[in-house]
């Protein structure tokens, strides 16, 4: 069974760091883009970050340039988001997903993907 599990999440406060894991499980990452996607409450989930299977072709939205960083570890099938400088607006539940076959952009910008996991929540707070 093909799984994919986040961890990392919690409550920072404005300014602080997390790193989210995205492990895989049932099956190897090297072949597939991963991304990492948030939705906010009341809001549609937003493409954050994305990285081809070779981490040759890394995507970021605006918001994030510059405080994340998206890597890859495939020996320990799993996949880092680093979050730094992090603000309010970034508060949402964290999700990974995994695609064999399109690009970055298909995954975070137009959000197509065939696997993700539950999601982790990020709380950014005084």
């Known amino acids: 069974q093909l799984q994919l599990v986040e961890s990392g999440g919690g409550l920072v406060q404005p300014g602080g760091s997390l790193r989210l894991s995205c492990a895989a499980s049932?099956?190897?990452?090297?072949?597939?883009?991963i991304g990492w996607f948030r939705q906010a409450p009341e809001k549609e989930r937003e493409g954050v970050s994305c990285?081809?299977?070779?981490?040759?072709?890394?995507y970021y939205v605006d918001s994030v340039k510059g405080r994340f960083t998206i890597s890859r570890d495939n020996a320990k099938n799993t996949v880092y988001l680093q979050m730094n400088s992090l603000k309010p607006e970034d508060t949402a539940v964290y999700y990974c997903?995994?695609?064999?076959?399109?690009?970055?952009?298909?995954?975070?910008?137009?959000?197509?993907?065939?696997?993700w996991g539950q999601g982790t929540q990020v709380t950014v707070s005084s």
């Open positions: 990285i081809s299977s070779t981490g040759g072709s890394i």
């Open positions: 997903a995994a695609d064999r076959t399109r690009t970055v952009q298909a995954m975070c910008v137009r959000g197509l993907y065939d696997y």
């Open positions: 049932g099956f190897t990452l090297d072949y597939y883009a």
